[in-house]
């Protein structure tokens, strides 16, 4: 609180900016709801294709529904020729997958001789919207491979959204167990309350600015680490302990060191992350497929470790496993480089960040907090040959 009584939440810290019907989040009790279905009810049974449908349109699409939506997605994965251009030049320099991804999905209101025709039936708003859930995947496969020296691979149609991001990664079609696997993750991930760029995509809305932009800016704020996070540091140390007998005095040492777990703790929940047990639930399910459970179940192992050992060396802080912990190990058993970590995070918020939009539309209010100044005043001018 300020001298004259003003009260200044730094970081807008408890202050409610926004109603939604998108995402409840209840860190006390581990809960996460996403358009009124809890994780769990939807997380590893819906297609991502009926989670984008739900949260646009707040129900579940029936076969036709989900058809159109599933067609309209597949028309619009083609990069417009102008995105692939500047991804050429992007890749020459090397720039992260996140930079090329923020400028990439910057041009998507071009359109070009490879841009699929929009929807009459649609507004502008929803017709950017498709292209930019639609082509997410595209930019991000497509920069990948540029920047590992391999040609773009063109999306098919006849693929699912998450099947498809997959193969125009590797060329091949994954198997049902691995395209399951993504779905869950991408379901798990695609809204989680007012998060840093979520609330920038409204504030940019609310400016009447358009759905573009306002998905560039909150690209923008997911690649800060504070917002993005680090996944991958996360499996790092599960490689570095290397089996389950090194696990307490590897976490021990890391522990009176003073260094944080990576993958433990969360600041919102007080309780185990429900988005880490449904990933966990995902990743074992996908591991048993290929046959190999030697990694899954050493990161088992280090989490009881993990979780035993922050308890006795920090009581009373909850700090419990967090959706890094097993996004790391699903995302490493799809094949998909750390470096790909955040942006394939990107390729399911999207879906989010659109939602909201439509929501802040919908209120036709734009978002104007205040500020308490905090500088000197009664300054009074000096010409140059007065100042020190």
């Not at 058993?333 to 989010?352: K, M, N, Q, Y």
């Amino acid at each position: 609180m300020s001298a004259n009584g003003t009260v200044v939440s730094e970081g807008l810290e408890g202050i409610v900016a926004a109603q939604t019907r998108l995402s409840s989040v209840d860190g006390q009790a581990g809960e996460l709801v996403i358009a009124g279905f809890p994780l769990e009810e939807l997380a590893d049974k819906a297609t991502f294709e009926e989670v984008i449908f739900l949260l646009w349109h707040d129900s579940l699409p029936n076969a036709q529904g989900l058809g159109r939506m599933s067609a309209g997605l597949a028309a619009q994965r083609a990069l417009p020729a102008a995105t692939l251009n500047l991804l050429r030049d992007v890749a020459k320099e090397r720039a992260s997958v996140m930079d090329a991804l923020r400028m990439g999905a910057s041009t998507l209101s071009l359109q070009g001789e490879n841009a699929a025709p929009g929807d009459p039936r649609l507004d502008q708003a929803r017709r950017d919207a498709l292209s930019l859930v639609a082509r997410f995947p595209t930019i991000v496969a497509a920069y990948w491979r540029l920047l590992n020296g391999e040609e773009p691979i063109a999306p098919r149609a006849d693929l699912s959204h998450a099947a498809n991001y997959l193969y125009m990664l590797s060329g091949e079609a994954p198997s049902a167990e691995r395209t399951r696997g993504l779905e869950t993750y991408l379901n798990t991930v695609v809204d989680h309350g007012l998060n840093a760029s979520t609330f920038a995509a409204r504030v940019i809305i609310a400016t009447q600015s358009d759905m573009v932009s306002a998905i560039t800016g909150a690209v923008g704020a997911l690649k800060g680490p504070l917002h993005g996070g680090a996944p991958g540091p996360a499996l790092d140390m599960v490689f570095e302990i290397g089996e389950a007998a090194n696990a307490e005095p590897y976490l021990r040492r890391k522990l009176e060191a003073g260094e944080r777990l990576m993958g433990f703790g969360h600041r919102v929940y007080k309780v185990r992350d429900p988005r880490a047990d449904e990933l966990a639930k995902a990743a074992e399910i996908m591991f048993k497929a290929d046959g190999d459970m030697a990694l899954y179940n050493l990161v088992q192992d280090v989490e009881q470790t993990a979780l035993r050992l922050l308890e006795e060396y920090k009581p009373g802080r909850k700090l419990q496993t967090n959706v890094e912990f097993y996004t790391a190990l699903l995302l490493h058993g799809l094949d998909l480089p750390t470096d790909l970590f955040t942006p394939t995070f990107a390729i399911s918020r999207v879906v989010g960040w659109t939602a909201h939009c439509f929501e802040q539309q919908a209120t036709g209010r734009l978002i104007r907090p205040q500020s308490m100044y905090s500088g000197t005043k009664d300054r009074r001018w000096q010409s140059i040959d007065q100042r020190s």
